[in-house]
């Protein structure tokens, strides 16, 4: 009722507002773009529960709502058919109220303040918008001033290189996308029935809130890998993109010191930059591309029939390896929200249900029954702790799964074949994502001077905690990480058939297959590579719908019979350098004016002519 009530105060407020204006023609502009305002919040609030928060804003980014509207196309015509009637319905009202005395400055003022106020409560549509603002513009310190922010003494914290850690047993973290306590319970009778029989014979955590900061499956991977709740400044998924090292002690760290191979099993590893974030925590990242089957190409890299098939042969493949403990982790997808991820296959196993995500849950919930069938049959049970966990809570606010769900007290949960006794929680006990690193550790009875977050703090209620302390988050995950910058200056050369790109420290090399290609490199604002692929020339200059949203700078490097041609960099829609020469070299000048002319509009640019030139060598 809350956010309902956070709308109905939004719109009051735009109404009062759009009484001042007196010209028709302003007004009517103004009521249209705060309708569609409106309209988003709206939409955000039925398709994930909540109003637009940092989690909306993480994910923002035009190939999501490029996606989102497919998989929404019944209720997005809906919408855009009944926008122009509300906004009509919208101007009547304004029209009428400018006749009243509401419109009168003694009552207007104090109305639009008590909506203001209203709507800055916490979780309020204008409390939120300012938490984005501050995460985007949090302080930025050194890793140990930010430490300290949060009461962790510097010198007590056990960096990755003050590491030490024995060997335990065998570990396998099997992340369940979006399968949440409710689908176990009565709702939803005879849905997960090997889950349900697991949670009565395993130790079974069954209250974990969703913490703040853990809320969406990269974020969720980041807490239980690290153990901090993942605020970061960036915007549009690519938080961990680029990264190249980290200061935070995490999971893959203890692993390796304690001379485990380690695996994380997912598909399309490159979504938000998961594959680079799990290589600097020395984890190694196994999915369609470099798996030991072969699967169907999907645009999810794998379906969960596949991964569990992976998920075998990787096992297979750790006993081959020699007697060194392994930890498999692996992470689900076919229960995403909103309708699943059909996969006929499974029809020969579980039966077909009138709901996609229910079907897509009973498949998972047999998949994991067959993944541990077949680890007894290699005898590994008792050598091996597990752990099952969703990553988050099912989103969305309307449906058939919704209204089921919301039956009982929403939570996430843990459970392991880990004896209760190993941990230093009771199973009744409420745990936290932030809290799982530690769990696992523990269970796997590895000895480490690790410690993580959760180790510091002795607080009565962790997410209050969270929200609380959400810049700090943010200040130290910033602190902790470095990215590849190609921000010095860039070298391009050819050196027995393989390309290279260098800037600084930073060095790319292409194995060229072919005589003849076009190399196109992404960056981000901050020169941090995101993306490589190889293109066409009839592609080499085609805007992507994020090149335009966050305006991308690129690198085009043009190869013929085995030489470069020519080089181009730039954002493909604003100016560009181009040069050309089998050496090209692109310096730090020319690199900041192309990130400095890439945020300026024609106008500034058509001002600044005078001191545009190009460059070229050879």
Request: charged share 25%.
């Amino acid at each position: 009722m809350f956010y309902i009530y956070q709308i109905t105060t939004l719109i009051i407020i735009l109404l009062l507002l759009s009484t001042t204006i007196k010209k028709n023609s302003y007004r009517v502009l103004f009521l249209f773009v705060t309708t569609l305002f409106a309209s988003v919040e709206i939409a955000t609030l039925y398709l994930t529960g909540k109003l637009i928060d940092y989690r909306f804003y993480s994910h923002f980014n035009i190939n999501d709502i490029r996606v989102q509207i497919f998989q929404f196309i019944d209720e997005v015509i809906v919408g855009t058919l009944l926008l122009l009637p509300f906004l009509f319905l919208l101007y009547l009202i304004s029209q009428r109220l400018r006749a009243t005395k509401f419109s009168k400055p003694i009552f207007l003022i104090p109305l639009v303040m008590l909506s203001f106020v209203s709507l800055s409560l916490p979780s309020g549509v204008f409390n939120e918008f300012y938490k984005i603002y501050e995460i985007r513009n949090a302080q930025e310190k050194n890793f140990q001033e930010a430490l300290k922010d949060l009461g962790i003494n510097p010198e007590s914290y056990i960096t990755p290189e003050q590491l030490e850690a024995k060997r335990g047993k065998n570990i396998i973290v099997i992340s369940l996308e979006s399968i949440e306590r409710g689908f176990m319970g009565s709702s939803f009778e005879g849905l997960t029935p090997h889950l349900t029989a697991l949670s009565q014979e395993w130790s079974f955590y069954d209250t974990m809130p969703m913490s703040p900061g853990a809320t969406f499956t990269s974020s969720s991977l980041y807490s239980y890998q690290v153990g901090i709740p993942a605020y970061f400044k960036g915007q549009g998924n690519y938080d961990f993109q680029g990264i190249e090292s980290v200061k935070l002690t995490g999971l893959g760290h203890i692993l390796q010191k304690a001379g485990y191979k380690s695996r994380y099993l997912m598909g399309n590893v490159d979504f938000a930059g998961t594959v680079d974030l799990l290589n600097a925590y020395k984890i190694e990242t196994i999915s369609e591309k470099n798996s030991l089957g072969e699967y169907p190409k999907v645009e999810n890299g794998l379906n969960d029939y596949d991964l569990f098939r992976e998920a075998k042969l990787q096992i297979e493949a750790f006993e081959k390896e020699g007697d060194r403990p392994f930890a498999l982790f692996m992470s689900t997808i076919n229960t995403h929200f909103p309708k699943g991820i059909y996969d006929k296959r499974m029809e020969e196993f579980v039966p077909k249900r009138e709901d996609d995500v229910e079907f897509s849950v009973s498949a998972v919930d047999y998949l994991v029954n067959d993944f541990l069938k077949f680890l007894k049959t290699k005898k590994l049970l008792e050598n091996t702790a597990i752990y099952i966990f969703p990553d988050h809570l099912f989103m969305g606010s309307v449906g058939g799964v919704y209204e089921k769900l919301k039956e009982t007290p929403r939570s996430l949960y843990m459970m392991t074949n880990v004896p209760e006794s190993k941990f230093s929680h009771k199973t009744t006990d409420r745990i936290y994502q932030i809290g799982l690193p530690r769990m696992i550790i523990d269970g796997a009875e590895i000895e480490s001077n690790a410690k993580f977050l959760i180790d510091y703090l002795d607080v009565d209620e962790m997410r209050s905690y969270i929200r609380e302390n959400y810049l700090k988050f943010t200040t130290l995950n910033v602190a902790s990480t470095a990215k590849k910058s190609y921000e010095e200056p860039i070298s391009i050369e050819i050196v027995e058939n393989n390309l290279t790109i260098k800037s600084g420290r930073e060095l790319t090399t292409i194995v060229l297959e072919s005589k003849d290609t076009i190399w196109d490199m992404t960056f981000n604002s901050e020169m941090v590579l995101i993306d490589q692929n190889i293109t066409n020339p009839q592609q080499a200059f085609f805007l992507k719908p994020y090149d335009k949203r966050f305006k991308r700078l690129h690198l085009v490097v043009f190869v013929k019979d085995y030489q470069i041609t020519q080089a181009y960099f730039g954002n493909k829609e604003m100016i560009g350098i181009y040069k050309e020469g089998e050496h090209i070299e692109y310096t730090q000048e020319e690199i900041q004016s192309i990130k400095q002319s890439s945020y300026r509009s024609f106008t500034e640019l058509e001002e600044m002519a005078k001191s545009i030139a190009i460059h070229k060598s050879g």
